[in-house]
């Protein structure tokens, strides 16, 4: 079965922290995702990422960074959070080939006091 | 400008009622769409998807929709909505050639009365 697992559900974190969040697939999957996930503005994509190494910036880049050392694991990384990071974190994969389904996994809630 | 409406931001029903979710899209070239849901704290399961061919698509937990080319559209249906039918959905199109480039709605979430 299908698998997208983000480690951390519920993160509190203080204002200026690095904060890690990470995802592992077991379905040896290409790409990789990162979204976020806001009350009236639906799914944004951060970053994501098509091979190990290669990383490209979504729509919101800006705050965050990104890790993929190896193919199945996808970190995000909020090198100094803010309050308005707080959010709820998606992380996702799919095949390479054109119009795959991506898989999410079961989301990241990110508190930022 | 690629872009994904979802006009009903809260719809709330009857159990056993039937149900339409409307999807609008602006896109410039073939589109792929979507209709994933999720349910209160989860990730999001998919649901359907259309690619080509038949535009009536079937999905799981009986759900259907219809792909309208002529009005930018791509609905979910379901004849009888159950309980355990509440959830947010969300509508996506991106391009037929790769997945990374998807554009999400932002969501209608679904109440269901007894």
């Known amino acids: 079965d299908v698998k997208v697992t983000q480690s951390s559900r519920y993160l509190v974190k203080r204002t200026g922290e690095k904060v890690f969040l990470e995802c592992v697939q077991d379905?040896?999957?290409?790409?990789m995702f990162w979204y976020r996930q806001d009350p009236g503005l639906g799914l944004r994509l951060i970053y994501f990422s098509y091979d190990v190494k290669m990383k490209e910036k979504g729509d919101i880049p800006e705050g965050y960074s990104v890790s993929r050392e190896k193919k199945e694991r996808f970190s995000l990384i909020l090198e100094s959070a803010s309050t308005n990071q707080t959010s709820m974190y998606l992380c996702a994969s799919s095949l390479e080939t054109s119009g795959n389904t991506i898989y999410f996994g079961e989301g990241s809630w990110l508190t930022v006091v | 400008a690629q872009s994904v409406t979802q006009p009903d931001i809260h719809i709330t029903v009857s159990e056993g009622a039937s149900l339409e979710l409307r999807c609008n899209y602006s896109y410039g070239a073939t589109p792929y769409l979507f209709w994933y849901v999720q349910s209160p704290g989860q990730g999001l399961q998919l649901l359907l998807k259309y690619f080509s061919g038949d535009t009536l698509v079937q999905g799981i937990k009986g759900f259907e929709a219809e792909f309208k080319r002529s009005q930018s559209s791509f609905n979910l249906r379901k004849p009888s909505v159950h309980w355990s039918d509440a959830a947010e959905y969300f509508c996506?199109?991106?391009?037929?050639?790769?997945?990374?480039?998807?554009?999400f709605g932002t969501g209608t979430r679904l109440q269901v009365f007894p």
């Open positions: 996506a199109v991106g391009p037929s050639y790769n997945t990374d480039k998807l554009i």
């Open positions: 379905m040896d999957h290409e790409n």
